[in-house]
């Protein structure tokens, strides 16, 4: 690979498949559906699944994502990907640069989570389907969770989608096992996920968080984990705009994470220049 | 002004203050809710009205804000955006990269147009109200719809909403006027987007398109222009994650709009190099 | 315009038209000449005036644009886009979105003085020109300062490049106006510049800044003003990159320009949520 | 690890550590040096490297860095970061979106082969310096460019940093390489580069390219591989602004890699609509 390696591979196409939406004059047709019945049939959360998944959800799937994205919408001031935001927006740069910046900020450190919780627990599930079993019962995801817990304690990991640096039990998490419990769709992630936080509680005093409910949650709506970020993004996404505009309306000065009677100086005795 | 103009400008300032969300242990609030009362009560489209207006919506406001969104999700690949967004993701960066890359192309010539809508409607109707007549009736809302149309056509300039390029009637205008007329909910602002397409139609056979009718609703419902390129951005944003997604499942291949055979090269004459 | 304007216009059409790189198998001639040849000969600081201006500088006009991309390189941690960078590189993102996302915080507040300082300075000369006098005596200079700044003080403007908040006299202004001194290449714009500085003196106690000096040298080298915030961005990008890297080296916590005990929490006296 | 991960890491700390850049009143000093010596006395080659690693270089180790810098100036429309930054241009954003939206394409496929030539590279030449050999010799090297070569056909991996999709032999690679010959500063990465094209040459036809013989060279310099891309970003920011502005000063209509006909759907056979 080179850094402009796109010369010519296939040099003389210009074909792309999609199956996203279709546009003829007067016609929009997205995923099979034409707009005009989406614009007046779906809740937006519903669009959101249709988008993503190329099919319609069941009505409970479509109120379950909508309590998802909800739980996705603000965090307060401090995640990077808002400061991000405010800070571009402080200096007097368009909404979507500010938004798109924060965007940039989703990394290994923020918002990563949910990926890697949904590839834990899918491949957790999965490896029980393969052990043959298809009836889930949950003797089986209890020692499933024992494995997990174990191999995390032993090698001194954290487990993603537990503990949050900053609440002891996250209120959002417990709401979500309660409305996901109450519709009765406790689905095989979830189970796991509850297991986990059972022997999590007991050993360390530690709770699920948003990120492994919800990762837990869209497994069993049967999310692909590539998905994970993209939901996050989308429920974020409003609470992103807001702190941009509140910043606009703020007075001129930029925002800043540090002043220059924040800064510590180091290796600055003065050298004497010669070349 | 200039490019660090962020150095001293009240130096010691660290304090934020924000309406938006309070975070404390166990506890978050948003817009002065328990976001567990949100979770469990708000439609996605009623939570994106609370946290951009800082109030709960009406019922009927919430439904039509979800048709609003819901209208914007996907026009194909061919917008700047979705082209924007398809290139990152072809070229292998991370998802946020490809959506946050797509929303920097929002300019003067792309989805610039519906805050030019909700500047050039409320200014329209708040004179108006201004005239001293706040019982609006239809008279006075064709009158204005035929200063704008005859102010519009003698600079000869295109007035901001109308006509589509690819569409004579666009599908989900048609659609939208339809659901705020059914649902009682036709404000002054969507008067006058119908009045002046009734004129326009007339002389040039050009109809309202999606920006247009949007940009009216939402000056119905009291949004500020400033939210209209943020209402378009949170409804588009899964058809750019849908497309990213798409991209990375295609061959390895780098997306281009343009091959090594379509180019033309001007002024390579060749030149001998001296200096 | 809609938001998905692109749809239809000029169908067809694929050519793209260049006049910047020509691609052919074992060659590559950018702008009429083999990068073979430019490669060797050529400092970078030229190479960035033949790839933006389509010709060679002139060995003078290539030291003078070192100097003024070397003025550009940094002003430490509290710019906006330095802010934003290390912001992003805090959350675990790749060095690109770090970089990127620094790049979008330049806006209305912050680097865009250099645009506003060539037109003004340009549109000033030009009009010297307009009045049939080529030959620029210092006395029409001086006249023309003194309009902009009566223009200025009258309506209570800033001038833009004079000035800075943090420093009393930019040093790097006083700098490169010796250096272009010293090379004998004061052109009109610069000449202006000075003028309108020595009046501010007099009046304000305000001196140039560095995007004021850097806006009248790079006039008088006849670069256009669209290209003002692109030099600037070619000469902060090296700086960016130290600060993001410097980021990446540091302790694993996020950075914030805002911490939970900075926030002034507005308007949550608590609400009952009721639908 | 969470979304909002950031929320009590250290809550009261605002103290920042740098190395970079030092800023008080009139006075700047950036590594160590008064900005007004680098002003007047660096290259932006030597500028570039003194920020990145904070000393300056050797007289030869700037005209290297610079002759590196501008190898990456421009390789015409085609590669996705070109694309980005044309399609943004063209949809009416700021220039800094262009090319920031530009910045965002670099993944996997797309200018990460740098650093991953460095980590080869330096990885294969410490492990000889681990050998206990400080010393190094041709035959030393040979045997290390034999086991990486081997190693890659016996796993049928490509190389990083050889071949090119487009050109046969990379003209910018080839001149880099007698460059640093004329010079006499071939160091052991870039023998071992050589070495390994000597191989690929005999085997598969096969010749360094320019990331390859960049990522040596700059490994001889002794840069750290995370700064791989950062250079190469550096050196392409120019271009990017070249098409960019190229882009703008065309015709109205948006670019697009692909057009309505150029579409294949998938899936759309009409499905009817019920819920």
């Given at each position: 690979m080179t850094s402009e390696d796109s010369n010519n591979s296939n040099i003389s196409k210009h074909k792309l498949k999609t199956t996203i939406t279709k546009v003829e004059p007067d016609k929009i047709i997205t995923r099979g559906y034409n707009q005009e019945e989406l614009i007046e049939n779906l809740s937006f959360?519903?669009?959101?699944?249709l988008i993503l998944r190329g099919k319609l959800p069941k009505k409970e799937e479509g109120e379950i994502l909508n309590h998802i994205l909800v739980s996705f919408c603000d965090h307060g001031v401090t995640p990077p990907s808002t400061q991000t935001a405010r800070i571009i927006a402080s200096?007097?740069?368009p909404l979507?640069?500010?938004v798109g910046g924060g965007l940039l900020s989703f990394g290994y450190h923020h918002a990563?989570?949910?990926?890697?919780?949904?590839?834990?627990?899918q491949n957790a599930i999965k490896s029980l389907y393969i052990s043959g079993d298809s009836e889930l019962d949950d003797p089986q995801i209890t020692d499933k969770a024992l494995d997990i817990v174990y191999a995390g304690l032993s090698r001194g990991q954290k487990i993603p989608g537990f503990g949050?640096?900053?609440?002891?039990?996250?209120?959002?998490?417990r709401k979500l096992v309660d409305l996901?419990?109450?519709k009765g769709h406790l689905g095989p992630h979830t189970k796991l996920a509850i297991s986990i936080e059972h022997l999590l509680i007991e050993k360390k005093g530690i709770y699920l968080n948003v990120d492994g409910i919800n990762g837990a949650i869209l497994s069993d709506l049967g999310f692909n984990p590539k998905f994970g970020l993209g939901l996050f993004m989308i429920g974020r996404l409003p609470g992103l705009i807001a702190h941009s505009y509140e910043?606009?309306?703020?007075?001129?000065?930029?925002?800043?994470?540090c002043d220059i009677d924040d800064i510590n100086y180091e290796g600055f005795e003065n050298i004497t220049f010669k070349k």
């Open positions: 959360a519903e669009m959101i699944y200096s007097g740069s979507n640069n500010a990563g989570a949910i990926e890697k919780v949904m590839v834990l627990f949050h640096r900053y609440h002891k039990r996250d209120p959002r998490a996901v419990i109450d910043e606009t309306m703020d007075d001129e000065e930029f925002r800043r994470f």
